[in-house]
């Protein structure tokens, strides 16, 4: 691995343009192209626009227009009982669900100091990882699909089914599952979980060495990738870089590792970090990180069959909905159940920040609380928003076609761009 | 988290959840967030938000719970938490989430109070990545970044009127639009 650039005298470039402006005294305007890129266009993952001034085939000018996907959903969460809000982070970054999911649950347990099981957090570790690995190959498809590797896309969504079939046999569906509840988890876990998650952690490292080997030695590939994109680590952290986009650029900086939450302290990985930012290096990263997810994955699976028979939610009445069984017998559950559904249970008041690594990097939850079962304000940090906002540095002097690769590495999820 | 000494423009320190927020005069607010840049290492801005507390303790706007005039969270409530929160300084809040990347990591929160109408400078040039999230606070709160690059709407199409996370702006304020009126 190439030595790693640490933060020693951190330089902030200013301006570091957002914007690439069009330089009339190296490009004569006659010359000048403007097209638009996007907002529909299979290579934006979703509806991107960028106004693109071309000289011939080089990118002169870029302004990214963004807000095709803008859902309200802050606004609307604050008009939801935190029981309800659950499920709207959800479908921000609709590929790294849990994620997501995961910091408002957090959040919302901050504010009311509330510990959860022991097999809630490691079951939550163990999705996380899972999550990262299905955002990581819907990446890997999609990205060498739009430089041109299309058997890439096939064989990355079939360990991507895999996956996705573990969170149904969990959660009973594929996507947004909802199954993180504050206290814990929203039911216990299937038996036969441990099994077929750990094969696919044995199975994992495989599939990556496949896909490196459909890439590695393509010399398309290469010639596409190396050296496209540039960022350097100082531009990184300048333009709030966060996750693959970061260690990337030679920063060893991981949430996970320098912040730890849940139980990542007590598992064993490797961070990779790679040095020269160029679209190459994020796809390193990115099979590295999967790699490194199966064995956190193999490691969760270990220590919850230890945790068989444990609680999976806490035992707290007036947040956690009581079990099914009971309100048939029992009425003060009855009420109980009725309660948080329809009122919902109140937070204190307060304010927190809560950061956890999703697969884009820091996934963050600012949430404001007056007291009541509303939240007054959630505000999502979006990693995909800080890494579209350094595609105007990563293409300068770029080609057209080199945009695509760029815009693919950056890996924004316009949904979470746009929120 | 360790809370910072020295910082220019600080009215007050708050330390609440393990978490430390400085709360700043909004005139000097590039002065303070320089300085945190530069003496304190806090090297990247994670997040830039606007909060709008208008109506914030009355029981209108978000405490109440099912209609306007459902059960007065305020009265002393079944759950224990039935208290006034703490009134705020003035409408709006700009808050800067800081984190220092380095071996000793670290988390840092600046507050900025402004009334309606109060501009505010922009930290474009601290961290350039308060770019899109300044025009994101523009956009949905109304706040003006004095000093921003291109302070124009972001999320929101160009010619939308009003700021939709402000309180005072309804949910479903969007007129509907059917096929019969065009």
Known sequence: MPATQIYEGTRIPSPCPTILELDPTEHSLEDILTINFGPNHPSTHGVLRLIVDLDGERVAGLKAVIGYLHTGFEKTMESKTYWKGITYPERIDYLSFQANELVFVMAIEKLLVLETPEKATWMRMCLSELNRIHSHLVWLGTSALEIGAISMFWYAFRERDQVLDLFEMVTGVRMHSRYFQVGGLAEDIPEGFYAEARKLARHMPHAVDDYEGLLDRNKIWLERTKGIGLLSADDALALGQSGPMLRASGVDWDLRKSMPYLAYEEVDFDVPVYASGDVYDRYKVHMDEMRASARIVGQCVTRLEELRGEPWIADDRKVVLPPREELHTSMESLIHHFKIVTEGYLVPEGAVYVAIESARGECGCYLVSDGGPKPWRVKFRAPSLAALQATATCVRGAAVADLVAVAASLDPVMGDVDR | ?182
């Open chain 2, 1 to 182: 988290m360790s809370g910072a000494t020295g910082v220019p423009g600080v009215v007050e320190t708050v330390e609440a959840h393990g978490e430390t927020t400085l709360v700043v005069d909004p005139a000097r607010v590039v002065e303070a967030c320089t300085h945190l840049r530069d003496v304190e290492g806090y090297n990247v801005l994670v997040d830039l938000s606007g909060v709008d507390y208008l109506g914030w303790g009355s029981k209108e706007v978000a405490g109440y719970i099912g209609t306007p005039a459902g059960r007065d969270l305020n009265a002393a409530g079944s759950q224990g938490f039935g208290r006034v929160p703490e009134a705020k300084p003035k409408r709006f809040a700009v808050v800067y989430h800081l984190l220092r990347v380095s071996d000793e990591p670290g988390r840092m929160r600046v507050e900025a109070w402004l009334a309606e109408g109060e501009e505010i400078d922009s930290v474009v040039s601290v961290w350039p990545v308060a770019d899109w999230n300044e025009r994101e606070a523009y956009d949905l709160y109304g706040i003006v970044f004095r000093g921003h690059p291109n302070l124009v709407r972001i999320l929101m199409p160009e010619d939308w009127e009003g700021h939709p996370l402000r309180k005072d702006y309804p949910l479903g304020g969007e007129p509907v639009r059917f096929s019969g009126e065009m």
